[in-house]
């Protein structure tokens, strides 16, 4: 099965009309990405032995997600924090005006922070889909 993929249409501000494609990672990467975000929360001092995400469209689920992950950032260690972060970005490639899509030249593609964020979330919500739809990755 092929990895999912996403177009993301920034609407406004300074990147506004730029197309990125948002694809998952492989399987392993995804992997080692969740263990060591979730090691690092753990280090942290991240409470996430009463996690709930039997019901995402309720006060638990994807609220409960974005609480963990809120308090995870702050509470790693910096740069740990910023390689999670990056690596999310590794996920996106630039579509140029009536291009194939390439990678992402970070200064001259990106111009505002906001898109960064955007792509980090879009990123992150590729790989943890499955909670939202409630079916399986299988």
């Not at 200064?107 to 943890?128: F, G, V, Y």
């Amino acid at each position: 099965m092929a990895r999912k993929t996403k177009d993301l249409v920034i609407a406004d501000g300074r990147d506004k009309g730029k197309t990125f494609v948002i694809t998952e990672m492989s399987v392993i990467d995804a992997d080692n990405w969740a263990n060591r975000a979730l090691l690092a929360m753990l280090r942290g001092g991240v409470d996430v032995g009463n996690l709930d995400f039997s019901n995402v469209n309720t006060s638990g689920g994807m609220l409960e997600l974005a609480r963990v992950v809120i308090a995870g950032l702050g509470n790693m260690q910096e740069q740990i924090a910023t390689d999670l972060l990056n690596e999310l970005l590794d996920c996106a490639r630039i579509v140029p005006s009536g291009g194939t899509p390439r990678d992402i030249l970070l200064d001259p593609d990106i111009e505002s922070i906001k898109t960064l964020w955007q792509i980090r979330k879009e990123a992150l919500m590729i790989h943890i889909d499955f909670l939202t739809d409630g079916s399986s990755q299988a």
